[in-house]
Nanobody, 121 residues
Framework: QVQLVESGGGLVQPGGSLRLSCAASGSIFSINAMGWYRQAPGKQRELVAAIPSGGSTNYADSVKGRFTISRDNAKNTVYLQMNSLKPEDTAVYYC???????????????WGQGTQVTVSS
């Protein structure tokens, strides 16, 4: 019923930039918060950045000043602009959306399939 499709991952050198995109599609009535999480090998999944439908954004301390989250509500899409990338940013990045379906009108969390970001020289 709902798909979150991510794109934009890849290999980049330290200090470089990448832009991730995540588009939500399906029988969506409304989207509340959208966000990005990441999971490095051997570590737990952690919040990177989140953006509600209204209000201020939220960032992990480790990415403040380097990453910027934004969204296009008309396209049901969330973006993550990542600058000054470091090797410790290497992880699989997952898109998350808290949304309400047309059919049930209940609110649930949905996840993308993940996109690999590797920062290495």
């Amino acid at each position: 019923q709902v798909q979150l499709v991510e794109s934009g991952g890849g290999l980049v050198q330290p200090g470089g930039s990448l832009r991730l995109s995540c588009a939500a599609s399906g029988s969506i009535f409304s989207i509340n918060a959208m966000g990005w999480y990441r999971q490095a090998p051997g570590k737990q999944r952690e919040l990177v950045a989140a953006i509600p439908s209204g209000g201020s954004t939220n960032y992990a301390d480790s990415v403040k000043g380097r990453f910027t989250i934004s969204r296009d509500n008309a396209k049901n899409t969330v973006y993550l602009q990542m600058n000054s990338l470091k090797p410790e940013d290497t992880a699989v990045y997952y898109c998350n959306a808290n949304l309400r379906l047309i059919a049930t009108m209940t609110r649930s969390d949905y996840w993308g399939q993940g996109t690999q970001v590797t920062v290495s020289s």
